[in-house]
């Protein structure tokens, strides 16, 4: 059973597109987040929700705004996509502030 | 500035070879420091976290300690299968809970 599922896996698009990406988690856990890892492998947590609670929100394009519809579930949607927007999203789960965090195997999202 | 820094970027062993590997961080209210292993093409996985100057971890080959400006994990007699890169992340204090993430130190171990 796979713990933080996201879909898809890839993702190519074309600049000024809308896509969503989703991520679920069967842990039961209450904290829900999205990282972004750029070209240099950099991870930076972008949103951060428990218990479908917005709780963290770094400086990041309005363009991309991030939906709880319930715990296990966190999707991400971005509006008008930028050649810069390119790199490797990942969800992540954990129980309130336990180290322990849980990723997907990530979201590779190329804009052309 | 909050920030994580670690080193080296790359290193490369021969299987057996022990080495260290660094992270130095300058952060405010530090709530624990945590090491994550990342293959490619996946999602980062949990190895350890340590929460104060002095503690240790241990998990097989690997071992985490950590000071009030740095932390190391040392690799004994590393395996081909311990190649990855390491990262490390720290979480803030102030009610933020945010982990700040190092780039990580890509480890490729020669058998």
């Known amino acids: 059973d796979t713990a933080v599922s996201q879909t898809p896996k890839y993702l190519v698009t074309q600049m000024g597109n809308d896509k969503s990406i989703k991520c679920e988690q069967n842990?039961?856990?209450?904290?829900m987040y999205w990282y972004k890892q750029d070209s240099k492998k950099f991870l930076k947590i972008m949103f951060s929700?428990?218990?479908?609670?917005?709780?963290i929100n770094e400086t990041v394009p309005n363009r991309f705004s991030p939906k709880s519809p319930d715990k296990a579930h966190l999707n991400l949607h971005i509006n008008s996509l930028e050649l810069g927007d390119s790199a490797v999203y990942f969800c992540?789960?954990?129980?309130?502030?336990?180290?322990?965090?849980?990723f997907g195997q990530g979201t590779r999202l190329t804009v052309v | 500035e909050d920030q994580v820094t670690q080193s080296p970027e790359a290193l490369r062993l021969q299987e057996g070879e022990s080495s260290s590997l660094n992270c130095s961080y300058t952060?405010?209210?530090?709530?624990?420091l945590f090491w994550y292993r990342q293959d490619p093409g996946k999602g980062p996985e949990f190895l350890f976290t340590?929460?104060?100057a002095g503690e240790e971890k241990e998990k097989e080959r690997l071992k985490a300690t950590l000071t009030k400006k740095e932390s190391f994990l040392h690799i004994t007699a590393p395996k081909p299968e311990d190649s990855a890169t390491y990262l490390c992340?720290?979480?803030?204090?102030?009610?933020?809970?945010?982990?700040?993430f190092g780039k990580g130190t890509k480890l490729t171990v020669n058998p």
């Open positions: 842990l039961g856990h209450d904290t």
């Open positions: 992340a720290v979480r803030l204090g102030g009610g933020s809970e945010k982990l700040v």
């Open positions: 340590l929460y104060s």
């Open positions: 952060v405010s209210g530090l709530r624990g």
């Open positions: 929700y428990n218990n479908k609670e917005l709780i």
């Open positions: 992540a789960s954990s129980q309130g502030a336990a180290p322990e965090a849980f």
